[in-house]
Nanobody
Framework: QVQLVESGGGLVQAGGSLRLSCAAS????????MGWFRQAPGKEREFVATISWSGSRTLYADSVKGRFTISRDNAKTTAYLEMNSLKHEDTAVYYCAAGSYVKDAGSYGSWGQGTQVTVSS
């Protein structure tokens, strides 16, 4: 397993941008796909994006496609989520996770503590 710590959340106006980081500890980072999920108040956790262990493949939720970009730097054992053209409905706690290259949260075994993103309209 890896330990994950997210950072970069905050308050931003609609149309703005944020970059989330997910720092991992442990030597096995490069063997895991990395995913980002989010949970808004009163809603279930939902898939946002995932990136394969090599970084060559990515998947996005339809709601963020074209606005968000997931990336990773295996040398720095860090994953990123670049969020542009933010909307009020993107407001949520964002979690990074390490696991398999799928959209199902159950296939991720390690999770960070989450970082709050609030988009004001």
């Amino acid at each position: 397993q890896v330990q994950l710590v997210e950072s970069g959340g905050g308050l931003v106006q609609a149309g703005g941008s944020l970059r989330l980081s997910c720092a991992a500890s442990g030597r096995s980072f490069s063997t895991y796909a990395m995913g980002w999920f989010r949970q808004a108040p009163g809603k279930e956790r939902e898939f946002v994006a995932t990136i394969s262990w090599s970084g060559s493949r990515t998947l996005y939720a339809d709601s963020v496609k074209g606005r968000f970009t997931i990336s990773r730097d295996n040398a720095k054992t860090t994953a990123y989520l670049e969020m542009n053209s933010l909307k009020h409905e993107d407001t949520a706690v964002y979690y990074c996770a390490a696991g398999s290259y799928v959209k199902d949260a159950g296939s991720y075994g390690s999770w960070g503590q989450g970082t709050q993103v609030t988009v004001s309209s």
